[in-house]
């Protein structure tokens, strides 16, 4: 096996994705391991790292799979190295440019959510010292 490839539980490790995650991603179409080793094991490369990162970064501000594909298919085309029709290549920008404001709102979205769980921690502490002792 060449020191390139790497079996499920390294990228479990590497990516923090359960092997059940990964074993998901790969039935719904969104990974497919490059290689299997002789004994059939799933073998990734550090691409297919790369795109469980993209995958496990868009999960938590609720891109669905749908569009995690749209969002790799876009990025798969524009860096596929072809020489891509200037219209084509300003479309699939447009369509990054698209995940990327969907992002941005996102964040946001989580970032006020976060500063409300914060105050009300706060609150409950603050409340907690006013206790009387027994």
Not at 90 to 114: N, S
């Amino acid at each position: 096996m060449s020191s390139e490839h790497m079996q499920i539980g390294e990228v479990a490790t590497r990516t923090e994705l359960s092997l059940r995650t990964i074993r998901h991603y790969e039935d719904t179409g969104l990974v497919t391991p490059s290689a299997r080793s002789q004994g059939g094991f799933r073998l990734y490369t550090e691409a297919d790292v790369a795109r469980l990162m993209v995958i496990r970064r868009m999960k938590p501000l609720g891109f669905s799979l749908d569009e995690m594909r749209g969002l790799l298919e876009a990025t798969d085309r524009l860096d596929s190295g072809e020489e891509l029709p200037e219209a084509e290549r300003e479309a699939l920008l447009d369509r990054v440019r698209g995940y990327e404001r969907a992002a941005a709102e996102q964040t946001e979205k989580i970032r006020v959510q976060l500063a409300r769980a914060e105050e009300f921690a706060a609150a409950l502490r603050e409340r907690l010292t006013r206790v009387p002792a027994p």
